[in-house]
């Protein structure tokens, strides 16, 4: 087992990719209970069935396979109620590991040096999870750190790469004393179901 000490991690850059494994039991994964006709052992997922369609030429089947996708993937992670979730117990568990996770960036980031603490966060996952948990420890107000997304704007949010190079800084009352608060970027590639035009 290799063992890091998080000593030796805190001057370093940090960055970490969440997939789609993460919010396992809150939403299906991409996986499919079907098996490869080519292959018994393995099992299919959509994008290797789109793959395969694809290459045999059946490519009205992509319009069903993406009725599919949508109604088993993107729709649950739209219809995402986080009061419900904090309430059930089955649910509740997956949001406080993603917020035990949050906690723990930010207390590794406030042991970095002055102006380093930041660290990125990319997700393949479309779902709100991060940001949702993030919006309750922020409730709970026991950690304090800056959640960086990219957007800017209050009622009409805009998303640009350029306001992952903003830094958060925080003043005493007669401004004399400044520091800046742990940042965690969070970058979704692929969009986010959550996000509206």
């Given at each position: 087992m290799l063992h890091i000490p998080l000593n030796e991690i805190y001057?370093?850059?940090l960055n970490f990719l969440i997939g789609s494994g993460?919010?396992?039991?809150?939403?299906?994964?991409l996986w499919l209970a079907v098996k490869d006709s080519d292959d018994a052992s393995k099992s299919e997922t959509i994008e290797t069935l789109a793959t395969k369609f694809e290459r045999l030429g059946k490519n009205k089947h992509h319009g069903l396979l993406f009725m599919y996708y949508y109604k088993k993937i993107i729709e649950p992670a739209?219809?995402?109620?986080?009061?419900?979730c904090i309430n059930n117990p089955s649910e509740k568990p997956i949001i406080e590991n993603y917020k035990i996770f949050?906690?723990?960036?930010?207390?590794v980031?406030?042991?970095k040096k002055a102006f380093q603490?930041?660290?990125?966060?990319?997700?393949?996952?479309?779902d709100g999870c991060i940001p949702f948990s993030e919006d309750e420890l922020i409730k709970e107000g026991k950690v304090e750190f800056y959640f960086n997304d990219g957007a800017s704007g209050l009622l009409a949010r805009t998303l640009s790469a350029r306001n992952f190079n903003n830094y958060m800084c925080q003043s005493g009352i007669f401004g004399k004393n400044s520091s800046d608060l742990p940042q965690i970027n969070f970058i979704n590639l692929h969009g986010s179901v959550y996000w509206t035009k």
């Amino acid at each position: 087992m290799l063992h890091i000490p998080l000593n030796e991690i805190y001057q370093h850059k940090l960055n970490f990719l969440i997939g789609s494994g993460a919010p396992y039991g809150l939403f299906d994964t991409l996986w499919l209970a079907v098996k490869d006709s080519d292959d018994a052992s393995k099992s299919e997922t959509i994008e290797t069935l789109a793959t395969k369609f694809e290459r045999l030429g059946k490519n009205k089947h992509h319009g069903l396979l993406f009725m599919y996708y949508y109604k088993k993937i993107i729709e649950p992670a739209c219809k995402f109620n986080m009061s419900a979730c904090i309430n059930n117990p089955s649910e509740k568990p997956i949001i406080e590991n993603y917020k035990i996770f949050l906690d723990s960036i930010s207390r590794v980031l406030q042991q970095k040096k002055a102006f380093q603490r930041r660290c990125n966060i990319f997700t393949t996952n479309y779902d709100g999870c991060i940001p949702f948990s993030e919006d309750e420890l922020i409730k709970e107000g026991k950690v304090e750190f800056y959640f960086n997304d990219g957007a800017s704007g209050l009622l009409a949010r805009t998303l640009s790469a350029r306001n992952f190079n903003n830094y958060m800084c925080q003043s005493g009352i007669f401004g004399k004393n400044s520091s800046d608060l742990p940042q965690i970027n969070f970058i979704n590639l692929h969009g986010s179901v959550y996000w509206t035009k």
